[in-house]
């Protein structure tokens, strides 16, 4: 139900996308990747009302406070279930051999790691990858369309918006009962996940003259090499 509700407002999102673009001049676009330039404008200053009251002062308390091997063992454990889904993404994109290392990673670090806290597979020499189904899309031709900025989840494609619901539906915290324990693995994955990213957000507050323009070019740059696989595009 949770997922059939984000699929259901991601649908709407697209939709509204697809009306502003009708209704904005040529001439006022300033880059053509980003058609909605004003609209996600206006939902990116709303994320950051919300990061900069909420998430963001108790990630960097987290940060401070936490020891760094919790710190370090809550990573392991969400990238541990973040490499299931990696793993499946591996196998549609064709390539069996960083597919199989993400499974053996799983494996490994599931039993040897203690659940994943620890990431004895890196030590191991199985790399670590990092795929959803928008890399997927991807790689299969699709291109990734306007450039769009999603409520709470960020910076997006119109390609990553419509691979997001399957993205959710297959997260491997829907499996977890009760919903108290799910959503409260969700928050602590959220607040890890925004701890690890204060460093550059920092940055990008003290040296970019237009936040928004600096990670829509950063965003769309690395999703491009990601598909990519850390390649020059042609």
């Known amino acids: 139900m949770k997922t059939t509700r984000a699929a259901r407002s ?3 999102l697209v939709i509204l996308l697809s009306l502003g673009g009708c209704a904005t001049p040529v001439s006022q676009r300033s880059d053509p990747r980003d058609p909605y330039e004003n609209f996600n404008r206006k939902v990116f200053a709303v994320n950051q009302v919300f990061d900069q009251v909420l998430v963001k002062p108790v990630s960097r308390g987290y940060s401070n406070y936490v020891p ?8 392991n454990f969400f990238g541990n279930i973040a490499d299931v889904w990696t793993a499946l993404n591996n196998f549609f994109q064709m390539k069996p051999r960083d597919a199989f290392q993400d499974t053996g990673r799983v494996l490994v670090n599931t039993t040897l790691g203690v659940a994943g806290l620890v990431d004895v597979a890196s030590k191991l020499g199985l790399a670590k990858h990092e795929e959803d189904f928008g890399q997927t899309l991807g790689v299969w031709g699709i291109k990734p369309g306007p450039y769009v900025m999603l409520p709470v989840f960020g910076p997006s494609t119109m390609r990553d918006t419509f691979a997001k619901p399957l993205d959710l539906y297959a997260d491997p915290l829907n499996l977890v009962d009760p919903s108290v324990t799910e959503n409260s693995l969700r928050a602590l994955r959220l607040v890890d996940d925004r701890a690890r990213l204060l460093p550059a957000t920092d940055m990008i507050e ?3 003259l237009d936040p928004y323009q600096f990670v829509r070019d950063a965003y769309l740059q690395r999703r491009e090499l990601k598909v990519l696989d850390g390649e020059s595009p042609p």
């Open 10 to 12: 991601l649908g709407i």
């Open 68 to 75: 760094d091997f919790v710190q370090s063992a809550v990573g």
């Open 206 to 208: 003290r040296v970019a």
